[in-house]
Nanobody
Framework: QVQLVESGGGSVQAGGSLRLSCAAK??????????MGWFRQTPGKEREGVAT????????YYADSVKGRFTISRDNAQKMLYLQMNSLKVEDTAMYYC???????????????????WGQGTQVTVSS
């Protein structure tokens, strides 16, 4: 079992930047064999994938709406996941969630993969 704890959310004006962090706290769970990702959700809408990353960080996947503005990265030694968000837009306002899924079954770490471990979320609010 793993506990994912997000931080770094807040309120910012459009055009600004935020950096989200996710700390993985686990016993025997192996961080470096998991796909990791960021997802977001606004009230009344389905949760959507924002960015995901492979276990060693060599492959990243982004939603079209954030390409060129957001960057996902990970530090396996520290069991940390990051999302650097630049040029924020009002439509980026959402609750952002950190998520994980084991890569041991093969495939890829794309946004469409079923992620099954979730954090509690951190709120990002972008004002005009």
């Amino acid at each position: 079992q793993v506990q994912l704890v997000e931080s770094g959310g807040g309120s910012v004006q459009a055009g600004g930047s935020l950096r989200l962090s996710c700390a993985a706290k686990a016993g025997t769970w192996t961080y470096s064999t998991n796909c990791m990702g960021w997802f977001r959700q606004t009230p009344g809408k389905e949760r959507e994938g924002v960015a995901t990353i492979s276990p060693e960080g060599g492959s990243t996947y982004y939603a079209d709406s954030v390409k060129g503005r957001f960057t996902i990265s990970r530090d396996n030694a520290q069991k940390m996941l990051y999302l650097q968000m630049n040029s924020l837009k009002v439509e980026d306002t959402a609750m952002y969630y950190c998520a994980a899924v084991s890569f041991l079954g093969g495939g890829d770490c794309s946004l469409g993969r079923l992620y099954n471990d979730w954090g509690q979320g951190t709120q990002v609010t972008v004002s005009s």
